[in-house]
């Protein structure tokens, strides 16, 4: 099972904004973020570069495979 870890609860709190407001700016459900930042779900790559454009971060600053999982 491939697992992506993130940091995107770091990038919200560095901007004090919630999972709801975070996920009003790229579209999608408070419930789809807080299982994005669990690793319950890996997102599509559109929104993966919606939420680092979001951050001003590039995609690898918030998104990074485990490990294990890295070819």
């Not at 459900?29 to 690793?39: D, K, V």
């Amino acid at each position: 099972m491939m697992i992506m870890e993130n940091s995107i609860r770091v990038e919200r709190a560095k901007k004090k904004i919630t999972q709801a407001e975070l996920a009003e700016h790229v579209n999608v459900s408070r419930q789809t973020i807080h299982a994005i930042e669990t690793g319950k779900f890996i997102p599509s790559t559109v929104l993966a570069l919606k939420i680092a454009k979001f951050f001003k971060v590039k995609f690898e600053d918030i998104f990074k495979l485990d490990e294990g999982d890295e070819a």
